[in-house]
């Protein structure tokens, strides 16, 4: 058996590196968002902190940043945990089903870009279910109606991951629990309610982070089709730490960057509180 002391010995070189690239830089950063960004890096406190809030172009990434997670996040917590009770008892195919749902999750963007502009494109296929439902053709792919397919695009992508965490939570519960609830009359909404979510709630918890998490890398897809300063609807909060980062404006891009990062925080130990009240009153 290997010594308690041995181990250190193992995790050192793991310890370096997070220490080095991840804590170290994250601690710097937020010294430098303190400083005035001259060749001394004064000290100017919170200065910068109010400078990027007072700012209208920071106030309107974040607010579509926030409205563009409070609509996916929940979309795609809700479509999966419906798809993962679908697929929740072994049936013919099922496998498929999950690879088929996970695949674009390990699709490369640049793949799924390209799929995405020839669905939504003015001739696209959209388009023509569109005009064969008797409506004029949409410009998807422009302005703020640009922010529909984004949503979907974000939906597609992330849906079968969280799909995939929920079944194998879900193949856990023992089924004796829903038969039991069964011979009461319990019906599927409320099994689901009284057995399923108590059971999986923390793989539910799980899932609900990763969602609002993976909604804030939104921003990606939304620069490759709409560029550097899209429509206001769909300029993110990262449209405005790339574009300060171009300028070289460097204090207000990690002033954002950890405004954002408190905002998350507190989003997370809010669900995380939740998640504590529920747990105790199923206890």
């Given at each position: 058996m290997f010594h308690k002391k041995s181990v250190w010995l193992y995790l050192l070189p793991g310890m370096i590196g997070l220490l080095a690239f991840y804590v170290v830089p994250f601690l710097w950063g937020i010294w430098f968002s303190l400083t005035d960004g001259t060749i001394n890096n004064n000290f100017v406190g919170f200065a910068n902190y109010l400078r990027v809030w007072q700012n209208e172009v920071f106030?309107?990434?974040?607010?579509?940043?926030?409205?563009?997670?409070?609509?996916?996040?929940?979309?795609?917590?809700?479509?999966?945990?419906?798809?993962?009770?679908?697929?929740?008892?072994?049936?013919?195919?099922?496998?498929?089903?999950?690879?088929?749902?996970?695949?674009?999750?390990?699709?490369?963007?640049?793949?799924?870009?390209?799929?995405?502009?020839?669905?939504?494109?003015?001739?696209?296929?959209?388009?023509?279910?569109?005009?064969?439902?008797?409506?004029?053709?949409?410009?998807?792919?422009?302005?703020?109606?640009?922010?529909?397919?984004?949503?979907?695009?974000?939906?597609?992508?992330?849906?079968?991951?969280?799909?995939?965490?929920?079944?194998?939570?879900?193949?856990?519960?023992?089924?004796?629990?829903y038969e039991y609830a069964s011979l009461e009359g319990a019906g599927y909404l409320r099994r689901e309610i009284s057995i399923t979510l108590p059971q999986i709630l923390p793989t539910a918890f799980l899932v609900l982070v990763l969602a609002i998490v993976n909604a804030f890398k939104i921003f990606k897809e939304v620069y490759f089709i709409g560029g550097s300063y899209p429509d206001e609807s769909i300029y993110t909060l990262q449209h405005y730490m790339n574009n300060k980062f171009s300028k070289l404006d460097y204090q207000d891009v990690t002033t954002a960057a950890y405004s954002f990062a408190v905002i998350v925080v507190v989003l997370i130990l809010l669900l995380y509180r939740t998640k504590s009240v529920r747990q105790n009153d199923a206890v």
């Amino acid at each position: 058996m290997f010594h308690k002391k041995s181990v250190w010995l193992y995790l050192l070189p793991g310890m370096i590196g997070l220490l080095a690239f991840y804590v170290v830089p994250f601690l710097w950063g937020i010294w430098f968002s303190l400083t005035d960004g001259t060749i001394n890096n004064n000290f100017v406190g919170f200065a910068n902190y109010l400078r990027v809030w007072q700012n209208e172009v920071f106030r309107l990434g974040l607010k579509n940043t926030l409205e563009l997670s409070l609509l996916c996040a929940p979309a795609i917590f809700i479509l999966s945990f419906l798809l993962a009770s679908l697929l929740r008892k072994r049936v013919a195919g099922d496998s498929f089903f999950r690879n088929a749902l996970l695949m674009p999750y390990l699709m490369p963007s640049s793949a799924i870009l390209i799929i995405w502009l020839l669905l939504f494109d003015y001739g696209g296929v959209v388009n023509r279910l569109v005009v064969a439902l008797g409506f004029p053709r949409i410009f998807w792919l422009e302005g703020s109606a640009l922010r529909i397919p984004i949503v979907l695009l974000y939906i597609w992508k992330n849906l079968g991951f969280s799909v995939v965490i929920f079944t194998a939570a879900l193949q856990a519960v023992p089924e004796a629990l829903y038969e039991y609830a069964s011979l009461e009359g319990a019906g599927y909404l409320r099994r689901e309610i009284s057995i399923t979510l108590p059971q999986i709630l923390p793989t539910a918890f799980l899932v609900l982070v990763l969602a609002i998490v993976n909604a804030f890398k939104i921003f990606k897809e939304v620069y490759f089709i709409g560029g550097s300063y899209p429509d206001e609807s769909i300029y993110t909060l990262q449209h405005y730490m790339n574009n300060k980062f171009s300028k070289l404006d460097y204090q207000d891009v990690t002033t954002a960057a950890y405004s954002f990062a408190v905002i998350v925080v507190v989003l997370i130990l809010l669900l995380y509180r939740t998640k504590s009240v529920r747990q105790n009153d199923a206890v």
